[in-house]
């Protein structure tokens, strides 16, 4: 009798759960991202937000959990109902980077999400203000090692984090870390030439490079990006062969969601992706379009965790 009873919840449940997949949504749709507002995942998740909802006939709203790289936002999305009410914007810094940075985290970075499609990855450009006396990375790492100068570097995100720990190992340059909570704060401490120099998207540091407070030294690509091909790579720049770093950006939710929603929203992303409108937007902000589904962005988590924990080793960064 009970075996019976426990099966006819199940059914129950799984009734209810494709009757409200079939009707939604019905109300407002909550997109988590782990950063601050003008951060580059804030703007890819604002543009998808307003083609969302138009789609769907309802408000796609973003909501900003910066702090913690990524763990705050990442801990309540995994926590959240799979009833498609919570997506998730997340990039590699909750999925890739988190499990060799931290020695326990509240979330399973792969178990605990439902992939629904992949958006995009973001060059990082080394970044130094303006005034400083150096062109090139071959100058800054001169001008760091001189007894003289004591440079520190900024990171709002896991990206800049392992890049720079790398870059500082790698070129023997002995500058202090400063962590911060979103990238937005350590653009401003740049700009204020309150650290040295600073690993970061195009995306949000675009504007202050055009306005010639900041200047780009280099790519953190392996290759030359063709979002800014006038720039060397840091390898080929600082002849750090191997030095290799992306940010990946994609759309999840908590694990179980029912599959008929998340391929409705993996459809849908990827039409908004195709079109010129917002490619052209989204490459003016520095973003390298990459549209994927489900299966697509799944693979690239597998992929970039195994990359990730290699170049955390790499850098020399101790788990917290």
Known sequence: MKKRAWAAAAALVLWCLGAA???????????VTAFGAGSASDIVARTLAEELQKAFDQPFIVDNKPGASGIIAAEQVAKAAPDGYTLFLSTNTAHSANPFLFKKLPYEPIKDFTPIARVCYFPFVLAVNASMPFQTVPELMAYARDPAHKLSYGYGNSTGQVAGAAFNSLAKLDATAVPYKSTPQALTDLIGNQIGFLFVDLASSQAHLKSNRLRALAVTTERRSKMAPELPTVAESAKLPGFDLAAWVGVLAPAGLPKDIGDRLSMEINRALADKKILDKLTTLGAEVAPGNANELRSTMDQQL????????EAGIQAE
């Open 21 to 31: 997949a079939q009707n939604w949504p019905v109300k407002p749709v909550r997109i």
């Open 306 to 313: 195994q990359v990730w924990g290699r170049k955390v080793k």
